[in-house]
């Protein structure tokens, strides 16, 4: 039995309460959308908190990247990012190859407009982390294939 | 780091985000209770047949309530059920010692009233669980000295 079963359960509901409306327009579900990220976000603050309270102080923002590619991404989803890519100008890509929250869907075109409602949430949880790290950023995700999933982070410089 | 945080931040900001109107009167309060109880209820649901899906059959109702104590609340919860009492008669008391939804409020008798959200979704758990086992039930929460909790379960015979 997966450690994070109780979380995605809990993750599925929280998204079909918010956008249990069917025939919601483009801006309720532009809406429903942010809901998830802020919750995310809110939720990234308080786990990246606790998770780097006996931590030593972060080296530079490479650093406070892997951190969230690796002890981050382990608490909330039991694995690591598989991959992660910089070109040193302040735009991170972490690549998930197995995202849980879109495992459950089929791979099937079709569905991938339903993908950013199953990630909205995730992408709120890094940036969340992100900025109680002090780096303030802009987290995307873009999915081609799925369940793998790239979340693109910009980081706004202060 | 406790395994379950991921789980209860997003619990936390659930319960946020359903009651967050402050001054919701007592018909909206409920409403809120039921809505959390149902979501609970659900991810029960989930939760049991994934947990059930290679155990053996089993032997009687007092078999499943120890499964719920034990296998189910450690899932979720990281511990056990401190203590299970029977009328033999349908009813079970399962006494929480520490419910760690509670657990972050304070202890003074000014925040009992408050303790019925913080509950409701576990409520459900328990009843989502006991009805994909084939128990209908009742499940109600009774706090007198926080952050313990018995949870009453009364099963309605079919």
Redesign the interface.
């Known amino acids: 039995?997966a450690?994070?079963?109780?979380?995605q359960?809990?993750?599925?509901?929280?998204i079909q309460?918010i956008t249990k409306s069917a025939d919601s327009g483009d801006t309720e579900n532009a809406r429903n959308i942010t809901?998830l990220e802020i919750?995310g976000f809110?939720?990234g603050q308080?786990?990246i908190e606790?998770?780097t309270k006996d931590t030593v102080r972060f080296k530079d923002e490479l650093d406070i990247m892997k951190f969230i590619c690796k002890d981050f991404w382990t608490?909330?989803f039991k694995k690591q990012i598989d991959n992660l890519r910089t070109n040193h100008q302040g735009i991170y890509v972490l690549q998930d190859n197995k995202v849980r929250s879109l495992s459950q869907l089929s791979a099937g075109k079709q569905y991938l407009e339903q993908a950013p409602k199953y990630l909205a949430f995730t992408c709120g949880l890094v940036r969340g982390a992100l900025t109680n790290l002090g780096v303030k950023s802009i987290v995307t995700a873009e999915v081609s294939v799925m369940p793998a999933c790239k979340f693109q982070v910009m980081i706004q410089k202060m």
Chains 1, 2 share one sequence.
């Open positions: 039995m450690d994070e079963a109780p979380f359960f809990l993750h599925s509901e929280l309460y809901k919750m809110r939720v308080g786990l606790r998770l608490c909330v």
